[in-house]
Each structure stands twice: as structure tokens, then as C-alpha cells.
């Protein structure tokens, strides 16, 4: 396994609820990414953060609110989610938010809105 | 708008044979990343092997090789002597930054099965 993990990996949620993801990186990068991943559509890039600093949000939903107290921690808050925003997140993180930098994944919650 | 295409849903592949995944990807920009990472069934997403636009050698990674064409904007990935670990889903990935905008662009996936 990598460096990078998520809890819960399974998480079923109703669309009145709010929960949160959380995503933990032992390797010292200075980024970390939220994606969701859905059935037969590319990886969607939601968020960057770098050194905590969000400095990417493509768009996503004011329903997903993402936190990164330290370089080493990120959560996404969920909140009257709908049902097509049933997928896997995956975390990631790297060494530098630049574009050469390999990202390393963790194992992804499936979530699931009833 | 930057998009990365992959055209093969599904491959299989008789172990110890070769296989060749193709990507294709499309950027006004001149300098940027490809990558290719690999997702076994239930298991985290990886690296596989790294190109930099601005180097004209083909990267290679013991049993995995790329055919970086930049002018056609193809960056297929070769597997020699397929293994059965090597099953998994094989995404194709762009990754530059213009204008300060963070720009990481996966393909659709391909599927590949090695098959004993």
C-alpha cells in the first residue's frame, strides 16, 4: 500500500445528511488533490491544495467543501449530496503542486446517496 | 480545451506476449507531462512510467515503454512480456500548468486483462 489513506473506504449517506471524507499522507508532500471517479468518465480533478492553500477548485459544487488543515491532512465535507454524486473519491498528494510532480493515491471511498 | 482520448474500453493479452495501449491527447501548450498510472481491481492507483514533452527520448520503465509522438500528440504505452499482476484498468494522464491554472487531464481508462 501507499502512503496515502482514506477513511471510511464505504460511506452511504442519505441526501439530507452531512458527513466528512478524510485523507491522511505519511510521505512529506507539500500537495494533496481530491478526484471523483465515476463509472466509464475520466477522473475528475476537484481540488488542489499546496502547502494548505487551495489553489485549484474546478467548478465542484458548493455541496463538497474541502479542508486541509496541514500539509499532511485533507477532508471534504459533504452536505445535500445527490444522488449522481454517488462515486469513488480518491486523495492524492505530491511532492510540489506542479505539473511534473508523480501523484501518489490513496485507496478511495466508495460513497454511496440514497 | 485539453482532453486526453482512449480509445481501447477493454484489451486482453496472452502472458508473455506484448501489448500496446494507445492515448492521444490534444493542448496548444509546448510544455507539459504524460503519464501513465495503472489501477489493479481493488487496489490503489500507481505510476507507471513519466514523459516530459520537452524530451525527445521514449521513457522507458523495465517492461514498460511509451511511443511519445508529440507532433500527433500520441503517447501509447507498450507492455513486453505481459504478467498476470499486470491486469488492471490503464489510465493516461496530462498534466501542465498555463497560466497558473492547474491542469491534470485523465483519459476514459483501458481495461486490460492478462490471461494465463
Known amino acids: 500500500e501507499t502512503g496515502v489513506t482514506q477513511t471510511p473506504r464505504h460511506l452511504v449517506m442519505g441526501m439530507t445528511n452531512k458527513k466528512s471524507l478524510k485523507c491522511e499522507q505519511h510521505?512529506?508532500?507539500?500537495?494533496m488533490y481530491w478526484y471523483k471517479q465515476s463509472a466509464k468518465k475520466p477522473l475528475e480533478l476537484m481540488f488542489v491544495?499546496?502547502?494548505?492553500?487551495?489553489?485549484e477548485n474546478n467548478s465542484v459544487p458548493s455541496r463538497f467543501s474541502p479542508e486541509c488543515p496541514n500539509s499532511s491532512h485533507l477532508f471534504l465535507h459533504l452536505h445535500t449530496l445527490q444522488p449522481e454524486d454517488s462515486a469513488l473519491y480518491l486523495c492524492?498528494?505530491?511532492?510540489?503542486?506542479?505539473?511534473?510532480?508523480?501523484?501518489?493515491f490513496g485507496p478511495g471511498t466508495r460513497l454511496t446517496v440514497t | 480545451a485539453q482532453t486526453v482520448t482512449q480509445s481501447q474500453p477493454e484489451m486482453s493479452v496472452q502472458e508473455a506476449e506484448t501489448v500496446t495501449l494507445s492515448c492521444t491527447y490534444d493542448?496548444?501548450?509546448?510544455?507539459?507531462?504524460l503519464f501513465w498510472y495503472k489501477q489493479p481491481p481493488s487496489r490503489q492507483m500507481i505510476l507507471v512510467i513519466r514523459?516530459?514533452?520537452?524530451?525527445?527520448q521514449n521513457a522507458t520503465e523495465n517492461r514498460f515503454s511509451v511511443n511519445f509522438q508529440k507532433a500527433a500528440k500520441s503517447f501509447s504505452l507498450k507492455i513486453s512480456d505481459s504478467q498476470l499482476g499486470d491486469t488492471a484498468m490503464y489510465f493516461c494522464?496530462?498534466?501542465?500548468?498555463?497560466?497558473?491554472?492547474?491542469?491534470?487531464?485523465f483519459g476514459t481508462g483501458t481495461r486490460l486483462k492478462v490471461l494465463a
Open positions: 492524492a498528494s505530491s511532492q510540489e503542486a506542479r505539473e511534473g510532480y508523480e501523484q501518489y
Open positions: 491544495y499546496s502547502l494548505e492553500e487551495r489553489v
Open positions: 493542448t496548444s501548450e509546448s510544455n507539459y507531462y
Open positions: 494522464a496530462f498534466m501542465q500548468r498555463p497560466s497558473g491554472t492547474y491542469k491534470y487531464i
Open positions: 514523459q516530459e514533452a520537452y524530451k525527445q
Open positions: 510521505l512529506g508532500h507539500n500537495a
